[in-house]
């Protein structure tokens, strides 16, 4: 007898591929011992909706989108108690695909799908911030963030990565600093940052990595940047420089690289954040809390 699988797609992700590969994606599944139930979404309130209302009654759910749909997912997980969800397996058909690229998954839906098959469950972390929203690998404010859902759609459809590189690079003359302040479990930071992120991820963008000995999915603990206001070009391009080689130390006190389990951030103004890539709202002040291993992931 086929083992039941809840298969959630955004036919709005990756181009629309889903066309092309979702009929031999069904295939592979129902000869690997499943019977799929297909849901279609692309709103985050739907996705949570079916999430909530569904996935407790399939031992396995299968997301078929981008970073973003794969983030409603989690969402919608931790809604339902910890013993009621079910194993998340990823098909990535978005942009940037970073959570893809921190597990080492396959771009190829068909390859992704056997992968899923003959891959092993591993514990993820899930963020919360200000215990209300969850976020699956990134919480940030400051330069650059808004670049992922400031990009046109279609332009992004058109030009993936690129799309994000050149509205970035747009943003380079209007570089805005926030005067902050920042504890962690054992230490505190202030200051005017240009940036600063709460990551469970190594990579960003699709653009920057993160160091992968230093990134553990499922610790419990998150990775935090901090990135002081550079005072020159030649600042800019010493961190650059160093947060795409990896070379922390040597950047530092201008990039602080540090790992904690709960953060919490104090402006002296409310500051607009993301949320996984998405408008994630403005703060005075905010906690974020890492709640360990909550979803299990298959890589």
Known sequence: MKKPMMMLVNPAAGRGGFRNSLG???????????QPSVFFSDSSESIADLIHDHAQNFPILVCLGGDGTLSNVISGL???PPERRPVLGYIPMGTANDIAATLALPRDPIKAAKHILNGEPH???????NDGDCFAYVAAFGAFTEVSYVTDQN????????????????????????????????CEFDGEFVFGGV?????????????????????????????????????????????????????????IVR??????????KSVPWTRDGEKGGDFLSLSLKNCPQAIRIIS
């Open 24 to 34: 031999s994606v069904l295939h592979i599944f129902w000869e690997g011992g499943y």
């Open 78 to 80: 931790m809604t339902l």
């Open 123 to 129: 514990p993820f972390d899930v963020g919360y911030i």
């Open 155 to 186: 332009t992004k459809q058109k030009l993936g990565h690129l799309a994000y590189v050149l509205e970035a690079l747009n943003h380079l003359p209007r570089l805005t600093g926030f005067r902050a302040s920042v504890r962690l479990d054992d």
């Open 199 to 255: 990551f469970n991820t190594t990579s960003l963008g699709g653009v920057l990595r993160l160091n992968e000995q230093l990134v553990a999915l499922g610790d419990g603990l998150f990775e935090v940047i901090l990135v002081r206001t550079p005072r020159s070009a030649g600042d800019l391009n010493k961190i650059f420089a160093g947060l795409l080689t990896r070379d922390y130390t040597a950047i530092e006190p201008a990039v």
């Open 259 to 268: 790992q904690t389990q709960n953060v919490q951030f104090s402006f002296d």
